[in-house]
């Protein structure tokens, strides 16, 4: 009578079992990526020394994600065990509390150019930001970086007032011309310039057995 039954294997997969257990592979790793750092980080308050973006600064912020800035710059200082980011003068390792005005975090997954955390630090000029996205290898020799000249106005004859020059070195500067910055990269340059995390203490992050503590009744 049993003839036409099969037993299942304990180990033999259906459709049912592989969903099962893709969804409760999805969950744990969802539960140890998202969930656990939540809980660690979501009361870490911004440190003192750390200001909002100012309405400058937030909209050049939006200039360096729609130019792709974070695809070849990161934003993410790495330990001194890990690699020697700070002795190429790109500061300490950042902590989650430096990030506390960002959204999205501009982390970045490649170096293709510099470590830009603490640019703002490193580089404080105005006139150097702006030169420097007109034409970069007038200032950094062999830099693959490609000029973003189209955030510019090149015309003859003087500027109008309330224009922003920028000054170009005589090697690339045209006599009879000049070159304008336009908003949006004024407003880009003012991010960069802010991107100075060398403020004093180092953030403190709470321990797990604080987060831990603070979770019971």
Avoid at 88 to 93: E, F, I, L, P, Q
Avoid at 184 to 194: H, P
């Amino acid at each position: 009578m049993n003839a036409g039954k099969t037993t299942q294997s304990f180990w033999e997969m259906d459709e049912m079992r592989i969903i099962t257990g893709a969804m409760a592979i999805l969950g744990g790793a969802t539960a140890l990526m998202v969930v656990v750092p939540y809980m660690l980080l979501k009361n870490t308050a911004p440190p003192a020394g750390l200001k909002p973006y100012t309405t400058s600064q937030a909209a050049g912020r939006q200039v360096y994600i729609a130019n792709g800035c974070v695809y070849c710059h990161s934003q993410q200082p790495r330990d001194i065990k890990q690699a020697p980011d700070a002795a190429r003068g790109w500061g300490r390792a950042s902590v989650a509390a430096d990030y506390a005005y960002d959204t999205p975090h501009l982390l970045g997954t490649m170096r293709t150019g510099p470590d830009l955390f603490n640019i703002g630090a490193r580089q404080p000029s105005k006139d150097w930001h702006l030169g420097h996205l007109y034409q970069p290898r007038a200032y950094t020799p062999g830099s693959i970086m490609p000029p973003y000249q189209y955030l510019f106005t090149v015309r003859k004859g003087p500027a109008l007032p309330g224009e922003t020059v920028i000054t170009l070195p005589p090697a690339i500067a045209k006599p009879g011309e000049v070159v304008i910055a336009k908003p949006e990269a004024l407003a880009l340059v003012d991010y960069l310039i802010g991107l100075d995390h060398t403020y004093t203490p180092l953030p403190a992050l709470p321990s797990p057995a604080a987060v831990s503590t603070k979770a019971k009744p």
